[in-house]
């Protein structure tokens, strides 16, 4: 093959690099609006008048932490179907980076609004949304704040609050996880679960969620990774499942960071599994658990 020749060879292969779109926070953002109108219609057919509230939040999140709030929409539009009599999809998930690109984020904006057409179409639901809007200067809290709303209006949707299994399930994928760290650095797990507290409410989850947290930004510390101040997720009073559904979010969100760091890109985290009958002191112990588990990793 000539000199030119392999030059429009090379050049043919960088074309994909060159040319893919570069997607914003603002871009995602004026998707998560559409999905926003569509929530509005899906309510007004089932003629649903209150609107749960979701107070914004403030805190330096990451696309990874707004691409985990997507994931668990996805997830109660999979409990909308169960409602509906209709067939549960298994959930994507995602291959561990350092730092996730806002393509990934608006990717998911897409199958939400796949869904929900899809469910429209079911329900016999004709109406349309207005054209995508243009907006510019937006964050990554911007987005998540908006995607809480949402996720707080399929909780009124599906006639409930997340149950405590819905929350141990999402746990146990941080048990996996971690898992498979301690397998990759042949660590000898002698871990154990502590016992568990019939006592034990959301409040209890909660904190120990956040030491949970705080083994994972101890590792991350080690490794040198980033971390962001989740103290704004922090409660001592009225604490509700959802806030521990919450916090565990963010907890799976950090865990990506460490398996990237230890180039376990082939350690995906695995779907959620079904539970029924759980209760907080179940969340409580295996949360614990995971403290304990994690703790054996000294070092990375």
Not at 229 to 257: P, W, Y
């Amino acid at each position: 093959m000539r000199t030119p020749q392999i030059l429009i060879f090379t050049l043919w292969l960088l074309i994909p690099a060159f040319s893919r779109a570069e997607i914003t926070p603002s871009d995602v953002y004026a998707q998560v609006v559409q999905i926003e109108k569509e929530i509005i219609i899906l309510k007004k057919h089932f003629a649903i008048t209150q609107e749960k509230p979701a107070p914004p939040i403030t805190a330096e999140l990451k696309p990874r932490h707004v691409w985990q709030k997507s994931y668990f929409i996805l997830a109660k539009i999979n409990l909308f179907r169960h409602k509906h009599h209709l067939p549960v999809l298994t959930l994507n998930t995602l291959e561990p980076v350092l730092k996730l690109d806002p393509a990934l984020v608006y990717e998911q904006t897409q199958r939400i609004l796949t869904e929900i057409r899809i469910l429209k179409t079911r329900l016999n639901i004709t109406q349309l949304i207005s054209p995508v809007e243009k907006f510019s200067g937006k964050q990554p809290i911007d987005v998540f704040n908006k995607l809480n709303w949402i996720s707080y209006q399929w909780d009124e949707l599906n006639g409930k609050n997340i149950d405590p299994s819905y929350v141990f399930a999402e746990v146990m994928r941080i048990y996996e996880d971690i898992n498979s760290i301690l397998s990759a650095k042949y660590i000898e797990d002698t871990s154990f679960p502590p016992e568990k507290q019939p006592t034990m409410q959301a409040v209890d989850s909660l904190q120990t969620a956040f030491v949970l947290m705080a083994e994972v930004q101890r590792l991350q510390r080690n490794m040198g990774i980033p971390r962001t101040d989740f103290s704004v997720f922090r409660k001592h009073e009225q604490v509700l499942k959802s806030d521990v559904f919450n916090i565990v979010g963010m907890v799976l969100a950090e865990l990506q960071t460490i398996k990237a760091g230890m180039d376990l890109s082939h350690a995906l985290t695995p779907p959620a599994a079904s539970y029924q009958g759980k209760a907080s002191a179940d969340v409580h112990q295996l949360l614990g658990w995971a403290v304990h588990k994690i703790q054996l990793i000294k070092t990375l």
